[in-house]
């Protein structure tokens, strides 16, 4: 088990002064050494605001994690309502796990008997390979890979199933049953085109491994491709301000899992892909702030890209150390959540990418607005230059109004 040494970069955000993020940290693996337990017994003792922490839990989606170490370790010191609430939500994660993860297998198996490649992904899966359980990993749609070319006949089949289109996105479709309130994210690409992660399905299916959920054998991304997959997703979720505590979890897992993962082909696959920078930012903090140990080539990559520490020093926010930076609509291209991506970024042809599809690319907003029939969606993309350009004309107006 991996155990918390010196982080490569302090965070200096505050953390200490926050009891509960301190210990939801401690609690949020699925295993926990001497010194971790000797860590949460002492902040057991200094006293909890009970009610921050499990909104904290429930936020980042770690309350399995929290219920499991703190039934094991510190029951005497919770109170008793609190540890029944926890472990309400930890039986209700586990029945919505189960059932979710039925319905993938049954889908997968359907997918697979028309002779097309599917890869499950994050999930089912993840909760069984990473964690060995599948109630310790709280989720909530279904995520499928296929090949593009596969994309209408997988469609096709899910509808027959009782499934109803919903919206369709440059890197996925979604897809919910109205009966059971199941969603299947279609993926033919990991991340949007904006975000620009060219790890594919034709890549990642020459290095497939096996896989058995629930005795089912399914295809699975290898640890390194997975890794990637972790680490490049967290980001993307982060600059978009949607990520979890469950995220950097998942990833600390998986290093426990895979203690003798390829570093050199990690490293070297990910610069390649241009995400050397957004891998290290990952496993940076999840090394800080959830112990998981990182080899000395990791070690010695990390001092030499100081963007790093900045991108860590801004993690108080997301936390909850700090309040989050409210900034007016009009700051544009100068927003906090734009200047993190390019500190993301280490390849200029991934910026200018970006930027690009700022301007032009319909965001989940638009589609949202109106739906429209797919032989009319390229008016999409003069709604969202109508809207853009309303959006900023009016926060200029405002601004000089003040």
């Not at 969603?183 to 904006?194: A, M, Q």
Request: charged share 20%; aromatic share 10%.
């Amino acid at each position: 088990m991996p155990t918390l040494s010196k982080p490569v970069i302090e965070i200096s955000n505050g953390i200490s002064d926050y009891p509960e993020i301190q210990l939801l940290l401690y609690c949020a693996r699925t295993q926990v050494d001497v010194s971790t337990t000797n860590h949460i017994k002492t902040l057991l003792e200094q006293g909890i605001d009970w009610n921050q922490l499990v909104q904290l839990a429930l936020k980042h989606r770690v309350t399995p994690l929290l219920y499991q170490t703190l039934s094991l370790i510190g029951s005497n010191a919770v109170p008793e309502n609190v540890l029944s609430y926890l472990k309400y939500q930890f039986q209700v994660t586990a029945r919505h796990n189960l059932f979710r993860t039925n319905e993938l297998i049954r889908l997968t198996r359907l997918i697979e008997a028309q002779k097309l490649l599917v890869i499950p992904f994050k999930g089912p899966t993840l909760a069984a390979i990473a964690y060995g359980n599948l109630g310790l990993r709280m989720f909530g749609d279904l995520d499928l890979l296929v090949h593009q070319r596969d994309l209408t006949k997988v469609k096709d089949l899910l509808v027959t199933q009782g499934y109803q289109l919903g919206i369709e996105l440059d890197w996925e479709c979604q897809l919910i049953h109205p009966k059971t309130g199941i969603e299947v994210d279609l993926h033919w690409t990991i991340t949007p085109k904006r975000f620009r992660f060219e790890l594919n399905i034709k890549q990642l299916s020459t290095r497939l491994q096996p896989f058995t959920l629930a005795g089912v054998s399914l295809l699975q991304p290898g640890s390194e491709d997975l890794l990637l997959i972790l680490c490049i997703g967290w980001c993307k979720d982060y600059y978009g301000g949607s990520s979890r505590l469950a995220q950097l979890c998942d990833v600390a897992e998986l290093l426990r899992k895979y203690p003798q993962i390829n570093w050199m082909q990690v490293l070297q696959r990910s610069h390649q892909l241009g995400v050397e920078r957004m891998l290290l930012f990952t496993l940076t903090l999840t090394r800080n702030l959830l112990g998981a140990d990182l080899p000395e080539l990791v070690l010695n990559r990390l001092q030499d890209d100081s963007n790093v520490t900045e991108l860590v020093t801004q993690i108080g926010s997301w936390l909850g150390c700090q309040p989050e930076l409210e900034e007016p609509f009009w700051s544009s291209l100068s927003s906090v959540n734009h200047r993190l991506y390019f500190a993301m970024r280490e390849r200029p042809v991934d910026r200018a990418i970006y930027l690009f599809y700022c301007i032009i690319a319909p965001t989940e907003q638009e589609f949202a607005m109106l739906a429209l029939p797919k032989v009319l969606s390229f008016l999409y993309y003069p709604l969202r230059l109508i809207r853009l350009g309303y959006k900023y004309c009016m926060g200029w107006q405002q601004r000089f109004s003040n």
